[in-house]
């Protein structure tokens, strides 16, 4: 017989799960980054940037799904680290841009083993991995379109 109350139970809350693996995924990575000296959001800030070379933070923001509140600090550690530089557009003073520094790029050769690595880790078949892969971000692109709304 089902309960009313069924509904709260932790093991039947979609959001648990995902709350768990996310926690555990960042902390599988977290010792292949102390390799390379980041931390999981300076990581995937480098990743974009990487691809990217430059960018305004405002689309870094965007890729990264992150508000300039946490950008800031963010991006003035990577500045520290000599690995990015912040830069005022000269048209328009408003927008800062992120470049990569030459130890910045340098940086991504270091950084090719972390992927193969987690990969590993996870033993999913490039199938499940890719399913799982489209399956998240279906959730994030709902959950974007419900905030938009309100």
């Known amino acids: 017989m089902s309960d009313k109350y069924d509904s709260l139970k932790l093991e039947n809350q979609l959001c648990f799960p ?3 693996a996310s926690r555990e995924i960042t902390r599988t990575y977290q010792p292949f980054l102390e390799k390379i000296h980041l931390t999981y959001t300076q990581y ?4 974009v940037l990487w691809e990217h070379e430059s960018m ?9 799904l992150l508000d300039s509140g946490t950008l800031t ?16 557009n000269k048209e328009d003073e ?21 992927p193969q690595s987690i990969i590993a ?14 399956i998240l ?9 419900c905030s938009n709304k309100n």
């Not at 995937?44 to 990743?47: A, Y």
């Open 94 to 114: 408003r927008n800062l841009i992120i470049e990569l520094t030459d130890k910045g790029r340098e940086l991504k050769e270091e950084a090719l083993s972390v």
């Open 56 to 64: 305004n933070v405002k689309s870094l923001g965007k890729y990264l």
């Open 121 to 134: 880790k996870l033993n999913l078949s490039q199938e499940e991995a890719i399913f799982l892969y489209k």
């Open 73 to 88: 600090p963010l991006l003035k550690k990577l500045e520290e680290k000599d690995l990015i530089v912040r830069k005022r």
């Open 18 to 20: 995902l709350y768990s």
């Open 44 to 47: 995937i800030t480098m990743m």
């Open 137 to 145: 971000y279906k959730i994030i692109q709902q959950l974007q379109e």
